[in-house]
């Protein structure tokens, strides 16, 4: 660290830029992360052919099987240890060509073994920080750091791995400062406090003095880990690196980060798995109860051979699938709790951090400037707590390799998973004040927009509708196929004839209740969603809410409106309404903000209001 | 009523989306009539059947975009440059008002193809960075000009996003 540090002293006056490295944990963490694959690829591989020499041994005599069995696995793990070798030295050598420079108005990635690779981010298209550490990277006290650039769906982020805890804030905020400077015009004084300079230049949020950690918001059990981390730090973490004012801060409170992990998406899935199969189980036992009738020939003919053992197994493994169901529901639930475990938000400056994570470790940065949209979701669970989650819409880029994998990421930035809807107003106020200007003439739906879109959820698009149609199209068919009514199929030895024709309209008869069902689900979300969902706009902001089982209101200024426009269909036009259209750069390519059906006066005075004004 | 924007495209328009639909309506309607067409030559009697159908419906999109979606499609194509923003009104059934902010364009550029370069027109793609519109079918003085007027005012924008 020393040695590195008079280095860079003597590039400084020199003149040079300073050439910073990243951390030596690249060369064997990186190869402990490849050679762990490697030997997990090598030991499903190898397992097959062991387990067909031990089934060999058995037969021909153990000695021998022994032997073949030592040769195989000598084998294999000398190839590996060779492997492990040739990902030792790529991974040195490219550590040696890895590099990033501070240029006056860019950031310089250098990386690339045979070819050479130069990555340019001028500062002022910094759109956000991120930094990312696996549980190993935590313990090494390394982290990944991810920074994402404005450019659309093709664009992805900068990655530079395995920079110490220490560089890793230091490298953020001084991107940030950089930024700041760039967007400003100003020239960026090199070793100058950001700080300073940015707190006299721009409004700051208002100025609460940060209470001692145990006196802040929301505190949970999972909290003490957290601190255990930030105590311990990892073994090469560095000097904690101060990166500014913190001026509004929060955790989850116990039943926060609880309700957190109830809600969350797998664990609703498995929840609901669970439901049905336990559902499926208590069908089968009342159509068992009830005694079988002509239409259940099939049934009475099964129960004449042992079905009655056949019913008892069935029974036993619905019930463990049943407590196989609750197991991963109870795993789930505790991994999101871990994985929310330790989250803070906070307001450092004019940026915003996010950090959660106790094993695997994430933290999000973004600068006020750069916050596309404040979203306040309620799923339909949230709603009946009356709670709701908070994000930051910001521009996103895609980063190698966790395309689609990394849902967190896509959705910018989460900054309370799961809060009361009352204590909403004073969070917002806290970590993003210049949010709180929000709109409050809300311009409702037309009232002819609860007829609509009862037929377009019902019928245009109601998948109840489209299923019933298809069952009676089924129905029509099958009534023309078969003539008598009878199908002979031999079953158990013995030929049995059903009435299919019966049969099949019973199973109709079902899909036909299901439709309906489904049908009255989406009349009940097209009126709660006509009743609960407008927009509005003000001098500065844009507020788009729509409803349904779920709401989702969505705060945006008018700066970050890329463009706007309506839409309308010839029976729009009829009922004088529009569906108006907001487009911003928020996530990865744009995201468009819309409301169908608001009236055709409101959608023009909107219009106008999209005119930029001197 | 929002009045509609004043500017129309170049007349010209017309017969160059007339040529580029031709092209492609025959292209698709080449490549899907030559299977048939050989199975006609090994005596597959269906196969008549077929490539009459394709025939007519060859026709029938032939008449419907050379003759009747043109002139219409021409009317409802508007457009009007204001010093800070573009308007653009377009569509038949579903139709779309665009406002544009000048100061969210990220850059412009104009393309000539080969078709538009016959006419001599020459098309202006504005973008923003979640998405761009096209105004096809200028002639080169005005897309020249609306090109130049955008570049300004996007210079002046305070922030790319």
């Not at chain 1, 409170?253 to 798995?273: D, I, M, P, R, Y």
């Not at chain 1, 951090?353 to 916050?371: A, N, P, S």
């Not at chain 2, 929002?2 to 500017?7: E, K, N, S, V």
Request: overall charge neutral.
């Amino acid at each position: 660290m020393d040695a590195q540090n008079t280095q860079e002293q003597a590039a400084v006056q020199a003149g040079e830029p300073v050439k910073h490295q990243v951390h030596h944990s690249y060369i064997w963490l990186g190869t402990l992360r490849v050679v762990a694959i490697l030997f997990f690829a090598a030991a499903i591989s190898v397992f097959s052919s062991i387990i067909g020499a031990i089934s060999e041994g058995m037969r021909a005599g153990s000695a021998e099987a022994g032997l073949v069995m030592l040769v195989t696995v000598g084998f294999s793990i000398g190839f590996l240890v060779v492997l492990a070798g040739i990902v030792f030295l790529v991974h040195w050598l490219a550590y040696k060509r890895l590099y990033y420079v501070l240029g006056p108005d860019e950031f310089n990635l250098y990386s690339g073994i045979i070819t050479k690779k130069r990555v340019h981010v001028p500062y002022n298209k910094v759109q956000s920080v991120d930094q990312k550490a696996s549980l190993l990277q935590r313990i090494a006290g390394v982290r990944t750091l991810y920074i994402d650039t404005a450019g659309g769906a093709n664009n992805k982020a900068v990655i530079v791995p395995y920079v110490t805890k220490h560089d890793a804030e230091w490298l953020r905020s001084e991107l940030f400062a950089r930024k700041d400077a760039a967007v400003r015009g100003v020239v960026y004084q090199e070793g100058a406090r950001p700080s300073a300079a940015a707190d006299a230049a721009r409004p700051q949020a208002p100025g609460t003095p940060v209470p001692p950690a145990d006196e802040r918001e929301g505190h949970n059990v999972l909290d003490v880990g957290q601190q255990a981390w930030d105590e311990l730090g990892g073994v090469f973490a560095g000097a904690a690196y101060d990166g500014g004012r913190v001026s509004y801060e929060y955790g989850l409170s116990n039943k926060e980060l609880v309700l957190a992990g109830l809600s969350n998406k797998t664990s609703f899935a498995v929840l609901l798995l669970g439901i049905i199969v336990a559902l499926a189980q208590l069908i089968s036992f009342v159509f068992d109860v009830v005694p079988g009738d002509d239409a259940n020939a099939i049934a009475s003919a099964a129960a004449d051979i042992g079905g009655q053992i056949l019913q008892s197994g069935m029974f036993a493994l619905a019930v463990a699938i049943i407590g196989f169901i609750i197991v991963v529901w109870i795993v789930s639930v505790l991994g999101s709790c871990i994985g929310y475990g330790g989250f803070r938000a906070r307001r450092r400056e004019s940026r915003i951090e996010v950090e959660y994570g106790l094993l695997q470790h994430t933290f999000q940065g973004v600068d006020i400037e750069r916050v596309q949209a404040v979203v306040i979701s309620q799923s339909f669970i949230r709603r009946l707590f009356g709670y709701c989650e908070l994000s930051l819409a910001k521009v996103d880029a895609n980063s190698e390799g966790d395309e689609g994998k990394n849902a967190q990421t896509k959705r910018g930035v989460v900054i309370h998973p799961f809060v009361k809807l009352s204590k909403v107003p004073e969070i917002l106020a806290g970590l993003v004040p210049e949010f709180g200007d929000v709109p409050t003439e809300r311009h409702e739906v037309a009232p002819v927009a609860l007829r609509r879109a009862l037929t377009r959820r019902c019928i245009v698009q109601g998948v109840g509708f489209w299923f019933a149609v298809a069952v009676a199209i089924f129905q029509l068919t099958m009534g023309l196929w078969l003539d008598d009514g009878l199908v002979r199929i031999h079953a158990f030895g013995s030929l049995v004839s059903i009435d299919a024709y019966e049969l099949c309209t019973s199973a109709c008869v079902v899909c036909y209740i299901l439709a309906a069902l489904v049908t009255v689900v989406s009349a009940i979300g097209a009126v709660l969603w006509a009743r609960s969902s407008s927009f509005a706009f003000n001098e500065r902001f844009m507020q788009v809410t729509n409803g349904g089982f779920s709401i989702e209101t969505v705060t945006f200024p008018r700066q970050k409106i890329q463009y706007g426009y309506t839409k309308t269909n010839p029976l729009q036009r009829r009922a004088h309404t529009a569906t108006i259209k907001a487009r911003t750069a928020a996530g990865v390519g744009g995201t468009t903000y819309a409301l169908i059906d608001a009236t055709q006066a409101d959608a023009e005075s909107w219009l106008a209001w999209l005119e930029p004004r001197v | 009523m929002r009045a509609l924007p004043d500017q129309k495209l170049n007349p010209k328009i017309k017969n160059v989306w007339r040529i580029n639909d031709a092209i492609w309506i025959a292209l698709v309607f080449v490549c899907l009539i030559v299977p048939f067409a050989i199975a006609v030559g090994l005596d597959a009697e269906w196969a008549g059947i077929v490539c009459i159908v394709l025939v007519i419906a060859f026709v029938v999109l032939l008449v419907i975009f050379l003759v009747i979606l043109p002139p219409i499609r021409y009317a409802r194509w508007r457009y009007q440059l204001s010093d800070e923003y573009l308007d653009i009104a377009k569509g038949i059934i579903w139709r779309k008002r665009y406002i544009i902010p000048f100061i969210r364009v990220q850059n412009t550029d104009t393309r000539q193809g080969p078709i538009l370069r016959a006419f001599k027109l020459a098309s202006v793609t504005v973008s923003t960075a979640a998405g761009s519109h096209e105004i096809p079918g200028l002639d080169a003085e005005s897309a020249e000009a609306l090109r130049d007027r955008a570049a300004e005012l996007a210079r002046l924008a305070r922030e790319d996003v």
